[in-house]
């Protein structure tokens, strides 16, 4: 797969809303950036060279997804229990390990 294939995929899978994002300032924060996200930004993210963050929503209001983000020592383990109770309503969810703890993700059919 071409790494342009692979953005698209990444981007179609994970950005919400294509035509705005977040940048992370050095002190932790986010800022609105106000512009379409660029593959180049979502390569150099994945590098870990910036980070970014994208609006869960499209620009019409909708989402195809829903993402829990728990930055806390014990995150992991609190999104593992609510996996587990997702899981006892057949909803599937994934888990991911993030720098500050991890994000739990539960992607929608239409």
């Given at each position: 797969?071409?790494?342009?294939?692979?953005?698209?995929?990444?981007?179609?899978?994970?950005?919400?809303?294509?035509?705005?994002?977040?940048?992370?300032?050095?002190?932790?924060?986010?800022?609105?950036?106000?512009?379409?996200?660029?593959?180049?930004?979502?390569?150099?993210?994945?590098?870990?060279?910036?980070?970014?963050?994208?609006?869960?929503?499209?620009?019409?209001?909708?989402c195809r997804f829903a993402v829990i983000d728990a930055d806390t020592e014990d995150g992991l383990d609190r999104l593992w229990v609510i996996q587990d109770e997702l899981a006892t309503h057949d909803i599937v969810s994934y888990v991911e390990r993030s720098r500050r703890g991890g994000h739990l993700w539960v992607f929608f059919t239409s």
């Open positions: 797969m071409s790494i342009t294939t692979y953005l698209t995929t990444y981007i179609n899978l994970f950005v919400g809303r294509h035509d705005d994002y977040a940048i992370q300032t050095q002190s932790g924060r986010y800022r609105r950036a106000g512009k379409p996200l660029t593959q180049s930004e979502v390569y150099d993210h994945l590098l870990g060279v910036r980070t970014y963050g994208t609006y869960i929503m499209d620009a019409t209001g909708y």
